[in-house]
T-cell receptor, first 116, second 114 residues
Framework: DTGVSQDPRHKITKRGQNVTFRCDPI?????LYWYRQTLGQGPEFLTY????????KSRLLSDRFSAERPKGSFSTLEIQRTEQGDSAMYLC??????????????FGPGTRLTVL | GNSVTQMEGPVTLSEEAFLTINCTYT??????LFWYVQYPGEGLQLLLK?????DKGSNKGFEATYRKETTSFHLEKGSVQVSDSAVYFC?????????????FGAGTRLAVHP
């Protein structure tokens, strides 16, 4: 079990630039989630994929954000025209669609984005 | 709406002291409850969970009991170690629209001193 991996671990960019993050879930997991965590707060839900289908998007996900999960494997989260308010830790999690009540999400190490 | 409230930190303890971190929730229906831990520089790790009322989750000496009557899921450990220093997040999961969304509290930082 290699766990959930994310790349890069850290990203520093200038305001107005585009950035893309990658998440590789645990191999047999068909559910994939993105969360955002700002300093001193708990993670907040951004979006959810079941296999390749994006089934839910939070209102936190503005039009500048787009996420994909081609072929139901890895996922990418792109932020266009970054703003300083986008600075946060972006977390990816995956789970296996088995029993709803015991479904557990496993998190990656996160990508810390700093927008200058 | 659904929410989780945790006691504010930081919580500072000496090694071998007893730990309690309070967590209460507001939810429609019957959520599953979780504690996640975040060590410095690392991602979230599942610590324990409980899926129905009166269930007790336990792991690594930590325990929490799902109390429906008080809508609480307090985290306890009888004797903390320096290595337990981390941020602890209480969370609930709601089954909505065919998927599970985790809703987290703000986190409680624990610092354990020798």
């Amino acid at each position: 079990d290699t766990g959930v991996s994310q790349d890069p671990r850290h990203k520093i960019t200038k305001r107005g630039q585009n950035v893309t993050f990658r998440c590789d879930p645990i191999s047999e997991h068909n559910r994939l989630y993105w969360y955002r965590q700002t300093l001193g707060q708990g993670p907040e839900f951004l979006t959810y994929f079941q296999n390749e289908a994006q089934l839910e998007k939070s209102r936190l996900l503005s039009d500048r954000f787009s996420a994909e999960r081609p072929k139901g494997s890895f996922s990418t989260l792109e932020i266009q025209r970054t703003e300083q308010g986008d600075s946060a830790m972006y977390l990816c999690a995956s789970s296996l669609d088995s029993d709803r009540r015991t479904d557990t999400q496993y998190f990656g190490p996160g990508t810390r984005l700093t927008v200058l | 709406g659904n929410s989780v409230t945790q006691m504010e930190g930081p919580v500072t303890l000496s090694e071998e002291a007893f730990l309690t971190i309070n967590c209460t929730y507001t939810a429609t229906g019957y959520p599953s409850l979780f504690w996640y831990v975040q060590y410095p520089g690392e991602g979230l790790q599942l610590l324990l969970k409980a899926t129905k009322a009166d269930d007790k989750g336990s792991n690594k000496g930590f325990e929490a009991t799902y109390r429906k009557e008080t809508t609480s899921f307090h985290l306890e450990k009888g004797s903390v170690q320096v290595s337990d220093s981390a941020v602890y997040f209480c969370a609930l999961i709601m089954f909505s629209g065919g998927y599970n969304k985790l809703i987290f509290g703000a986190g409680t930082r624990l610092a354990v001193h020798p």
